[in-house]
């Protein structure tokens, strides 16, 4: 005779805890251009997005903004607070119609202390988004608009995670795409046609990146020397 097993002997799945609303978690789902959290809101609770494309971005005192992130399924926003950011230093303001987790702080914490099985997920997460911030350093130090924009389209559409690339489902402006590289709009205007006059991308009202645009990101890549950080001179 085979028992069944209850919630309490079931291994924990993070996956299925956040999936579930209970517990300090409520799912919420927000419109094309709605705002998740805005800069300088009290931070006081962890996103986690479900489904959808969220953007991430800073305003500066005299009004420049810049795009420091575009999230996807299966990543989270807002995590600051749990270093004790009281206040948050960023907008995120959904690309698509997205689904989100809010999870507030103290339920946050508690998981990370009560179930290891989240907390490897959460720093693997954590170490992920550190490597890719290192990489986006490198991006804007050393390589050219050009390349940073290739990478950057690379990177919405999901080349080198899991899974298979996609098309980039939301419609990034050239602005946006400008102000994640850190040029201007005529510059990307300029890349983006060349990009698929050359047939490493296909614009029908979505914009779909062949993976040939990778060689426009891996050629002549700048390495670093281990002593002085500078380029290596070829």
């Known amino acids: 005779m085979e ?8 291994p924990f799945d993070p996956k299925e805890f956040l ?14 251009d709605q705002t998740v959290f805005a800069q300088g809101d ?28 575009i999230l996807g399924p299966d990543e989270f926003c ?3 607070c749990l270093t004790g950011q009281p206040r948050r230093i960023s907008t995120a303001t959904a690309m698509t119609d997205c689904g989100i987790m809010r999870l507030e702080k103290q339920a946050m914490i508690r998981v990370l202390h009560e179930e290891p099985a989240f907390s490897e997920m959460f720093v693997a997460y954590l170490l992920t988004r550190t490597l890719r911030v290192e990489e986006d350093l490198v991006d804007q130090l050393f390589n050219s608009s050009e390349k940073r924009l290739a990478r950057a389209l690379l990177l919405l559409a999901n080349f080198g995670k899991e899974g298979r690339p996609e098309a980039i489902i939301a419609k990034v402006s050239q ?8 040029t201007t709009r005529s510059r990307v205007s300029f890349f983006m046609n060349k990009f698929r006059k050359l047939g490493f991308i296909s614009c029908n009202g979505t914009i779909e990146v062949h993976s040939s645009l990778l060689s426009v990101v891996l ?4 390495q670093i020397t281990r002593r002085t950080g500078e380029p290596r001179e070829p």
């Open 78 to 80: 807002g995590e600051g």
């Open 42 to 69: 009290a931070a006081n609770c962890v996103f986690y997005i479900q489904k959808g494309k969220v953007k991430v971005t800073v305003l500066s005192e005299q009004g420049k903004e810049a795009v420091v992130a």
């Open 175 to 182: 602005e946006t795409l400008a102000e994640m590289i850190g």
């Open 3 to 10: 028992l069944a097993l209850t919630s309490a002997d079931r």
């Open 19 to 32: 999936a579930t609303v209970n517990g300090g978690r409520t799912i919420s789902t927000y419109r094309k």
């Open 219 to 222: 050629h002549d890549q700048p």
